[in-house]
């Protein structure tokens, strides 16, 4: 369906479909904020970020954070039911830019707005060069029990392709910080697949995570966004695009080596070192449950019903200080829309999908990806489609096929 505008203060309570409002309360919710500032931009990147040269003064730390309160305030007041926060995630831009300050102002916001569950799990991205071990025991304070760190690489010459100012050994200094100010939770992001970087290379970058002693990682393919310098750069010819056999390749050693030691795969691009260490914000995702998302062009799901705010910080500030919701857009879920985002994102979870989600015709491709080493033959058995090692390789093309 087209995108509706959405103003939370008169019409958000009446349109959202009462078996979305009547499951409040009784589903886990999280809260994902985002941070839209960043010190520069990356290459690669097309998220919803901004450079201060690039805002000016039409935005600011300060307006967005007041901007955030106001909004946090009318998701409790449409949600009213809404229970105990079970996850927050900030994330970005930058979200260490904010200070540990900052962020315990914004966690201060949600609380006030929600509160959080005795055991919620509460994450903020952090990029390495804007933090220190006094940054972290001031958010270990402020209530933050989870980091994520963006290394993307060991190698300098990697890192200057994508346009990352950290210096190559500066995020397992970051994660000995965080680990010493009492987070038992650390993460490290890693992308592969980048023009350039050698099997030495990779195999470098996954020693200095293990190095780091973390409990998660995640790794993500290098994508060419439209719209990025790196994309420009390919299509000039300047740097050759990513290849799907070398991306292959790549996943296979950064499975093998990290499951060497004692990490496990649980979502197709993350690995954990026990059930604790998994990210239970991104699961909450991937099982499709509820969640606010706060901030300038943070997207939203509560039981069907899906909404995104506005992108610009300063448009995002102006409607909020005006009485009006952010939200840029929204739709309901249709039953085939719902079916086909639950086989795509339960399908990449080790646990894999139960088989009461397909249709005959998605259970006969589901026995054939079987047959072909693409689904655990075992698994099936027990009424779940569970990728194969080789399936992980080939999960969009075999969602495609059992969704079809």
Known sequence: ????????????????????????????????VHVPFCATRCGYCDFNTYTAGELGSAASPESWLDGLKRELDLAARVLKKAP????????????SLLGADGLANVLDAVRGAFGLAKDAEVTTESNPES????????????????ISLGM???????????????TPGRPVAAAKEAREAGFAHV??????????????????????????EVDHVSAYALIVEEGTAL????????????????????????????????????????????????????LGYWR??????AGPGAHSHVGGVRWWNVKHPARYASLLAEGSSPAGGRE????????????????????????????????????????????????????????????????DGVVRRLAA
């Open 84 to 95: 105990a926060v079970d996850t927050v995630f900030v994330g970005g831009g930058t979200p």
């Open 1 to 32: 369906m087209p995108a509706l505008p959405l103003d939370l203060t008169t019409t958000v309570e009446a349109d959202l479909p009462a078996s979305a409002l009547e499951g409040v309360g009784e589903r886990p919710f999280g809260v994902y």
């Open 288 to 293: 499709g449950g509820d969640w606010w998302g």
């Open 332 to 395: 309901v879920l249709t039953e085939a829309d719902r079916h086909l985002e639950r086989i795509m994102l339960e399908l990449r979870l080790a646990e894999g999908l139960s088989l009461d989600a397909l249709d005959a015709d998605g259970l006969a491709e589901a026995r054939a990806a079987a047959a072909e080493g693409l689904l655990d033959a075992s698994a099936l058995d027990g009424g779940r489609a569970v990728l194969t090692d080789r399936g992980r390789l080939l999960a």
């Open 152 to 166: 993307q690489s060991a190698a300098q010459h990697v890192l200057k392709i994508l346009d990352r100012t950290h």
């Open 131 to 146: 933090t220190s071990s006094a940054f972290f025991d001031g958010i270990r304070a402020a209530g933050f029990n989870r």
């Open 231 to 282: 994309a420009r750069k390919v299509k000039r010819g300047e740097l050759p695009a990513p290849d799907d056999d070398v991306l292959a390749a790549d996943y296979e050693l950064i499975d093998e080596m990290l499951v060497k030691a004692g990490l496990r795969w649980y979502e197709v691009s993350n690995w954990a070192s026990s059930d604790a260490a998994r990210c239970r914000h991104n």
């Open 187 to 212: 993460n490290l992001d890693v992308i592969y697949g980048t023009p350039g970087e050698r099997v030495e290379d990779l195999r470098a970058s996954l020693d200095a995570v293990l190095a780091a």
